[in-house]
């Protein structure tokens, strides 16, 4: 496991029909839902055979919010991390709430207006990670990049590694929680991409073993293509979104010449 502080260690899907998430996510990634008990207010476990991916919960009706995945952060101060917070010009949605036999969390918006949450617990150990259906990289996509590198860092401790530009990346940022093999996490600045007034926000990367079959199963099972798939330094991607209208990444191998 990682010591690099600030990793992230939960996943969370929020969702406004949480039967055709379970429909759609089963079928192109392999997950199953199992609800812990009605203590729990309805929300699922998230596994994939025997790991656990991460957490779902569906959308109380008349919140307006947009389906959506969350990132929740590894701290051992949540209360310290929730003052840094306010301190930080950050909003507090969520104090830190303790959940029974397994941790405390609490959840935010960040200065350059992306939630984040914060968990301090030993739940998370044992995850499924890097593997076909599981996370392998997580990523804040920001339109207020210079913000958002002291926000992490302040806040969560971040290890802050300036990537070095090349003649292709047309100026864009990027920075990642940890160097080379070691990082858990990237902060991009997304500037180039999105309307000044847009939303900054934490994106998963998720594994498949072949990511054109995966684009192909998403439109499928009624999401769509939003972006690529391009051919990177660490896998083909593509932007996509499930039928309900939440993005993520899809990451797969590059195929053989």
Sequence with gaps: MSEIKGRPVWLELYTTDLERAKKFYG?????SFI????????????????EAVGGAMQAIPGEGEADSF??????????????????RGGQVLVEPMAIEGMGTMAFYIGPDGAAI????????????????GAPSWFELMTLRYDDSVD????????????????????????????????????????????????????????DV???????????ELGGKLVDGPIDSPFGRVATVADDQGTTFQILGPVAAA
């Excluded at 952060?73 to 840094?84: F, K, N, P, S, Y």
């Excluded at 073993?209 to 439109?219: C, L, P, S, W």
């Design 209 to 219: 073993t072949d990511t054109d079959a995966a684009v192909a199963k998403v439109t």
């Design 27 to 31: 079928e192109l990634l392999g997950w």
């Design 70 to 87: 969350a990132v929740y952060l590894d701290t051992d101060d949540v209360a310290g991390v929730t003052e840094t917070v306010r301190e």
């Design 35 to 50: 609800n812990p008990g009605d203590e729990f207010g309805g929300y699922h476990m998230v596994m994939l055979d025997d």
């Design 117 to 132: 949450g914060a968990w301090d617990g030993a739940q998370t150990e044992g995850q499924a990670r890097n593997k076909p």
């Design 151 to 206: 926000f992490y860092r302040e806040v969560f401790g971040f290890d802050i590694v300036p990537m070095p530009a090349d003649d292709d990346d047309n100026g864009m940022r990027y920075a990642t929680n940890g160097a080379g093999n070691e990082a858990v996490a990237g902060i991009c600045d997304a500037v180039a991409w999105f309307p000044a007034d847009a939303q900054s926000f934490w994106r998963p990367y998720l």
